[in-house]
Structures are given as structure tokens and as C-alpha cells.
T-cell receptor
Framework: GQQLNQSPQSMFIQEGEDVSMNCTSSSIFNTWLWYKQEPGEGPVLLIALYKAGELTSNGRLTAQFGITRKDSFLNISASIPSDVGIYFCARGSNYKLTFGKGTLLTVNP | KAGVTQTPRYLIKTRGQQVTLSCSPI?????VSWYQQTPGQGLQFLFEYFSETQRNKGNFPGRFSGRQFSNSRSEMNVSTLELGDSALYLCASSGGTSVYEQYFGPGTRLTVT
């Protein structure tokens, strides 16, 4: 199938801590993306990855395209309260995005 | 550049009615996609349009349809509404080097009673 397994489902951390979440697929894909969604808004694109092994940063966020092309990881360093939200991984294929179920991140100030 | 706009933002309809949602993509973007978001099923792909042509359609019943106009604006229609159609409907546009770098609007919250 084309399921995406995203973990963890939720995280509760203290401000300043680093965060790591990941996404795995049963199939190989050429595009991985990470989005963040806040209440009442649409998802916002954070990082896009196109090559196996690729490591890309966007400020305090770093994402990696797994070498097997079946997984991806997102790390957030030195978390701050505004990092709160739901983080989604997505893979692109046939002009569509397939999303994971999301990781709900709560940051305690 | 203005972002993706969706109208209306909120909508309440009754079972059996039909509804039309509108999306204006980022200027210059020619690909428009629609997604349904619910707590149970998450984000699910509905369809994607490019230059007025549907290139892919998700696994939704025929009651869900869409179209794209020559100015890239898009509409989606749901006929014979069911309670389970209550959801956040999100439109996204892309126009750069990758169709997968999609930029989302704020969504239309549809409630079916």
C-alpha cells in the first residue's frame, strides 16, 4: 500500500529541548515534504527533499531524506513556544501529496 | 505576493444540498489541488488540476467534482451532501519547479447538519 506511518503521534516538551520525528513508507518515493499546521490555518510548507540522503535545513529545522528512500526525519533544535502545532510529513507522487497522520507538538514555556 | 485564497471560510449546509467552494491560487501558479481534512481520516487528496485539466483524482465518490478556469482559479462542488462530508476543505497551488511544493490556503470549514 501507500501508507505513511508518522511517529510519534504527540510530543510534550520543555522550551529549549530538541525534537525529532519521523515518517516511514512501505514504498520508495522521490519526494518528501514536511508541513506545519496551526489551528485555523492551512498547512505551511517547511522543507522539501528530492534526493536520497539529502539533508536540508530551514532555520532551526533540519530534515533528511532517508537513504532507503522509504523514510524521512525532521528535527527541531532549541524549541520555542511558537513551534507548537501539528507537523505532517508528505510524499509526492502522481501529482498528489499523501500525508502522514501528523505529530502534535506542545512546547511548555 | 498574495497567498492562496479560499471562499467562503465557513459554510453550514443541510443534508441533501449541494455546495460550491472557490479557490484562487497564488499569482502565476497553474496547478491547483484540493484536499479534505477530517479528524478521523486526516488530509486526503481530492483532485489536482493544471491548465484546466484534471491530472489525478482521489478515492472519493462522484458527488465530489471540480474544475479549473483559464485564469487558474478553481472550484470544487459536492452534491447531495452527507453528514460525513463535514470537514475542512483545503486548496493548494504550486507553480515552481515541483508540483509537490504546494502552498495551502486557510481552508473552507464545511458543516453539514
Amino acid at each position: 500500500g501507500q501508507q505513511l506511518n508518522q511517529s510519534p503521534q504527540s510530543m510534550f516538551i520543555q522550551e529549549g529541548e530538541d525534537v525529532s520525528m519521523n515518517c516511514t513508507s512501505s514504498s520508495i518515493f522521490n519526494t518528501w515534504l514536511w508541513y506545519k499546521q496551526e489551528p485555523g490555518e492551512g498547512p505551511v510548507l517547511l522543507i522539501a527533499l528530492y534526493k536520497a540522503g539529502e539533508l536540508t535545513s530551514n532555520g532551526r529545522l533540519t530534515a533528511q531524506f532517508g537513504i532507503t528512500r522509504k523514510d524521512s526525519f525532521l528535527n527541531i533544535s532549541a524549541s520555542i513556544p511558537s513551534d507548537v502545532g501539528i507537523y505532517f510529513c508528505a510524499r509526492g507522487s502522481n501529482y498528489k501529496l499523501t500525508f502522514g497522520k501528523g505529530t502534535l507538538l506542545t512546547v511548555n514555556p | 505576493k498574495a497567498g492562496v485564497t479560499q471562499t467562503p471560510r465557513y459554510l453550514i449546509k443541510t443534508r441533501g444540498q449541494q455546495v460550491t467552494l472557490s479557490c484562487s491560487p497564488i499569482s502565476g501558479h497553474r496547478s491547483v489541488s484540493w484536499y479534505q481534512q477530517t479528524p478521523g481520516q486526516g488530509l486526503q487528496f481530492l483532485f489536482e488540476y493544471f491548465s484546466e485539466t484534471q491530472r489525478n483524482k482521489g478515492n472519493f465518490p462522484g458527488r465530489f467534482s471540480g474544475r479549473q478556469f483559464s485564469n487558474s482559479r478553481s472550484e470544487m462542488n459536492v452534491s447531495t451532501l452527507e453528514l460525513g462530508d463535514s470537514a475542512l476543505y483545503l486548496c493548494a497551488s504550486s507553480g515552481g519547479t515541483s508540483v509537490y511544493e504546494q502552498y495551502f490556503g486557510p481552508g473552507t470549514r464545511l458543516t453539514v447538519t
